[in-house]
């Protein structure tokens, strides 16, 4: 009976991790899940709770550092941004008027949709902007104040 109560413990958590952006959840998930697995082999409450506490700690301090440092950004981590990432910050000439909900650019030859950061703004065909972020394939620019590069 102990057992199913660790693994509808173990569901409950793992459902509860897929709300939110954490990983952190999971771990206490796979430590009732362990814990669920030492009642089914016979072991005292005692033993499945140490169990439980030893796997969820020992997951959480080895496997999360992991997890997060690959959910970093690459200006975040150092590394070289590739894709959309790499975008951001991009210099990019205006084709098609762009303002708070729609327009068109060229960024290094590519042609992007665009909208302008804050949406009261109005850029013109030729006038140069930055990306700021892209959202989906969206580019979000701003004026660009610094020479070319």
Do not use: C
Not at 14 to 42: Q, V
Not at 43 to 68: C, D, E, H, N, Y
Not at 103 to 120: C, H, L, P, V, Y
């Amino acid at each position: 009976m102990e057992a199913v109560l660790w693994v509808v413990l173990a569901v409950a958590l793992a459902i509860g991790e897929a709300f939110t952006a954490t990983f952190l959840i999971i771990f206490f998930a796979a430590g009732a899940l362990a814990a669920g697995g030492a009642a089914a082999l016979g072991a005292p409450l005692l033993v499945q709770v140490i169990v439980f506490a030893l796997v969820s700690g020992l997951s959480l301090g080895a496997l999360r550092p992991i997890i997060v440092r690959h959910q970093r950004t690459a200006l975040e981590s150092g590394e070289t941004a590739f894709g959309v990432e790499a975008l951001e910050g991009q210099q990019a000439t205006v084709l098609e008027e762009v303002d708070g909900d729609h327009g068109m650019i060229k960024i290094d030859g590519e042609m992007w949709r665009a909208r302008s950061f804050d949406g009261a703004e109005t850029y013109q065909p030729g006038d140069r902007v930055r990306v700021i972020k892209v959202n989906g394939a969206t580019a979000i620019v701003w004026r660009d104040e610094q020479p070319n590069i």
